[in-house]
C-alpha cells in the first residue's frame, strides 16, 4: 500500500507507504525509486519485529528523504511516531520514535530552510480534554485522539510539541506554514458536535512556536532511537490501465463555521465556591472576569487553564 510520492532532482520519483511482503513483522515501512517514466529502479523495506509504516517523505534541502509514519516494534508505547532519514539509494541515516504510554502517529513531514523538521499527527498520550486533565466520569477509549504538532532540529531532537483538541477525536493529516512563520493546520474533530457524532472539519491557526490560544497542552514526547536495515524485495512492475470518463456533479454548499475555542465552559465541582463565583460571559472569547460574592474581579484570557 503506498501512501505518498514525491519528484526526485533527476525527474523520478520516490514512493512510500507500507508492506506486507518480505517482512520482518506484521508491516514494514517500503520505499519505490522510480525513474521519469515510472520504472522501477529499487524497491526497499524497513522494519523490526512488529508493525512499521510510512505516511509522508519529503527531500530534505542536501536532497536525500525523510520520512515519517507509526511503529509498534519500539518506543513508549503501542504505537509511536516515527521520523527517521535515509541516503537516495535508501540506506538508513537516522531514525527516532516519539510517544507515549498509547497510541500517537504522523501523517505529514516537511524540511524548513533552516533544517528543522515539522511533522503532524495525533497523539493519544497528551492532549487538553483526555484523563490527566479530566479525573472525572469521562471514559476515554483509543479514539479520543488530540492533533499534533512537532518541531524538530536536523538530527530529530525535540524543539517543541504541542497537542490540540478535546475529549473526542481529533486528527490532523496535513500543514501549512504561513509568512509569519506560524501553521495553518487542518484536520477533523468530533470533539466540538457534542448533540451527534458526526465529524467536522476543522481549521487550527498557530503562530511559529505552534500556539493557538485554545485547547491545545505543551507535550513532552518520549524519544527512543530506531534503526533499521533495509531489506531489497524482489517486485516486479506491469504496465496498462483502463480510463473511463468521470461525470461529476457540482452542488453549491453552504458551510456554517464555528469557533472551537467556545467550546470551554468554567465550573467548579464545589457547590460553594461556584454560588460565590460569577463568570462572565461564559463561554468566552479572548477574555472572561471572574466577580466573587465581595464583587472583587480578575479578569483573564479565554485561553488560560483553571
Keep these: ?33 522510480t525513474d521519469a517514466n515510472g520504472n522501477m529502479r529499487w524497491a526497499k523495506s524497513y522494519g523490526l519485529q512488529a508493525w512499521e509504516e510510512s505516511e509522508s517523505l519529503t527531500i530534505s534541502h ?40 498509547k497510541s500517537d502517529a504522523s501523517y505529514y513531514v516537511r524540511e524548513k530552510t533552516d533544517g528543522s523538521i515539522v511533522v503532524a499527527g495525533y497523539t493519544n498520550s497528551w492532549g487538553y480534554g483526555h484523563a490527566q486533565q479530566y479525573p472525572l466520569p469521562v471514559m476515554l477509549g483509543d479514539d479520543s485522539t488530540n492533533i499534533f504538532l512537532m518541531k524538530t532540529d536536523s538530527m530529530g531532537d525535540v524543539i517543541w510539541a504541542q497537542s490540540y483538541g478535546d475529549k473526542k477525536q481529533d486528527e490532523a493529516f496535513n500543514f501549512s506554514q504561513t509568512v509569519d512563520g506560524g501553521y495553518i493546520i487542518p484536520g477533523f474533530s468530533n470533539s466540538y458536535t457534542y448533540s451527534t457524532d458526526s465529524l467536522q472539519m476543522l481549521l487550527i491557526r498557530t503562530d511559529s512556536m505552534g500556539i493557538s490560544g485554545c485547547h491545545e497542552q505543551r507535550v513532552n514526547p518520549i524519544v527512543t532511537t530506531a534503526v533499521y536495515t533495509p531489506q531489497i524485495l524482489p517486485f516486479t512492475q506491469s504496465r496498462g490501465m483502463d480510463i473511463s470518463n468521470v461525470n461529476v456533479t457540482t452542488l453549491p454548499w453552504n458551510i456554517p463555521d464555528d469557533d472551537a475555542c467556545l467550546y470551554i465552559g468554567i465550573s467548579s465541582p464545589d457547590a460553594t465556591i461556584e454560588s460565590s463565583l460569577t463568570v462572565f460571559p461564559n463561554p468566552a472569547k479572548g477574555s472572561f472576569t471572574i466577580e466573587s460574592s465581595d464583587r472583587k474581579s480578575t479578569r483573564l484570557n479565554s485561553s488560560h487553564r483553571t
Aim: hydrophobic residues 35%.
Design 62 to 101: 542536501d536532497g536525500n528523504y525523510l520520512i515519517c509514519g507509526a511503529t509498534t516494534s519500539s518506543g513508549a508505547g503501542s504505537y509511536d511516531i516515527l521520523l527517521w532519514k535515509c541516503d537516495t539509494a535508501g540506506n538508513y541515516m537516522w531514525g527516532k520514535t516519539y510517544g507515549g504510554s
Design 1 to 33: 500500500m503506498l501512501f505518498r510520492s514525491v519528484q526526485t532532482a533527476d525527474g523520478g520519483f520516490v514512493i512510500a507507504g507500507k508492506t506486507t511482503t518480505n517482512t520482518n513483522g506484521q508491516a514494514d515501512m517500503i520505499l519505490i525509486k
